[in-house]
């Protein structure tokens, strides 16, 4: 049984910092792609980021691109996202997910996460 559980979400004002993390089980990590989506309220999940196998294949989506870095674990089945320079629209429910193949959209995925809450306070 496939298992992604995020952890690290919390409130923080604009401007600051928050790491989220991922641990996987039930699956051989190093074969899936890894990714995280967000939800805020009353919106559709959106994309952003993903990476590949290793640490070559990073992706983000256009809203967050040089605030937040992807990265992984292999050896420890963990997922991180490490989130710079926050902003309010950032306030969102984040989920982890997983796929074997390219990681660009919610149909894409084969394994959730329940989410964690990220608050961003103007």
């Known amino acids: 049984q496939v298992q992604l559980v995020e952890s690290g979400g919390g409130l923080v004002q604009a401007g600051g910092s928050l790491r989220l993390s991922c641990a996987a089980s039930?699956?051989?990590?190093?074969?899936?792609?890894l990714g995280w989506f967000r939800q805020a309220p009353g919106k559709e999940r959106e994309f952003v980021a993903s990476?590949?196998?290793?640490?070559?294949?990073?992706y983000y989506a256009d809203s967050v691109k040089g605030r937040f870095t992807i990265s992984r674990d292999n050896a420890k089945n963990t997922v991180l996202l490490q989130m710079n320079s926050l902003k309010s629209e950032d306030t969102a429910v984040y989920y982890c997910?997983?796929?074997?193949?390219?990681?660009?959209?919610?149909?894409?995925?084969?394994?959730w996460g329940k989410g964690t809450l990220v608050t961003v306070s103007s």
């Open positions: 997910a997983t796929a074997r193949g390219a990681i660009r959209s919610p149909l894409d995925i084969q394994y």
């Open positions: 039930g699956l051989t990590f190093s074969n899936y792609r």
């Open positions: 990476i590949g196998y290793g640490w070559s294949g990073t």
